[in-house]
T-cell receptor, first 114, second 114 residues
Framework: GAVVSQHPSRVICKSGTSVKIECRSL??????MFWYRQFPKKSLMLMAT?????????EQGVEKDKFLINHASLTLSTLTVTSAHPEDSSFYIC??????????FGPGTRLLVL | GENVEQHPSTLSVQEGDSAVIKCTYSDSASNYFPWYKQELGKRPQLIID?????GEKKDQRIAVTLNKTAKHFSLHITETQPEDSAVYFC?????????????FGIGTKLQVIP
């Protein structure tokens, strides 16, 4: 149980375009979903926390207009990187939580912006 | 906000020896402390967690201890095996400003030498 999927697994896009990443909890209802960014050989950096049906809470330094998060249902959250630039290239990982404590991570999305 | 420090950043042990990873946190409101294992190219997986009302928890070869007064917690792996080689992240979690907040340590790359 507690499976989280993420799509796409990797994406290459041109600078200036937008990219949407989906995070789904497959066998449980996630009241909270988290979005992380991970640089090579670095820790997970929390970008934002989203609760179903409400606005996401962004961490300091994360531009909410650039990283749009939508938590439309208890099983789906999306992260849209708008007007992507090469510096946005990174590994993005979502996690889903049912108990407000234990998080289950998706497999991640590797984004490369050319 | 919360600040989690983790050390060492790298750790090499001989197969069969024990490995200890230590973390400290700053926010006394944190009350949940999970540990994640991330193998190369894969998602972080929860391996053990501890809540603030418990001082120690053990699951087979893995144990975690928590000292609330000193604000530090540790991961202990006994009888290490090559498959234990991975990056381990500690995290501190609690409610802040009305929503769940989680902060990760920088990670420890554990190498178990056969």
């Amino acid at each position: 149980g507690a499976v989280v999927s993420q799509h796409p697994s990797r994406v290459i896009c041109k600078s200036g375009t937008s990219v949407k990443i989906e995070c789904r909890s497959l066998d449980f209802q996630a009241t909270t979903m988290f979005w992380y960014r991970q640089f090579p050989k670095k820790s997970l950096m929390l970008m934002a926390t989203s609760n179903e049906g409400s606005k996401a809470t962004y961490e300091q330094g994360v531009e909410k207009d650039k990283f749009l998060i939508n938590h439309a249902s208890l099983t789906l959250s999306t992260l849209t990187v708008t007007s992507a630039h090469p510096e946005d290239s990174s590994f993005y990982i979502c996690s889903a939580s049912q108990s407000l404590e234990t998080q289950y991570f998706g497999p991640g999305t590797r984004l490369l912006v050319l | 906000g919360e600040n989690v420090e983790q050390h060492p950043s790298t750790l090499s042990v001989q197969e069969g020896d024990s490995a200890v990873i230590k973390c400290t946190y700053s926010d006394s409101a944190s009350n949940y402390f999970p540990w994640y294992k991330q193998e190369l190219g894969k998602r972080p997986q929860l391996i053990i967690d501890i809540r603030s009302n418990v001082g120690e928890k053990k699951d087979q070869r893995i144990a975690v201890t928590l000292n609330k007064t000193a604000k530090h917690f540790s991961l202990h792996i006994t009888e290490t095996q090559p498959e234990d080689s991975a990056v381990y992240f500690c995290a501190a979690s609690g409610f802040s400003g009305g929503y769940q907040k989680v902060t990760f340590g920088i990670g420890t790359k554990l190498q178990v030498i056969p």
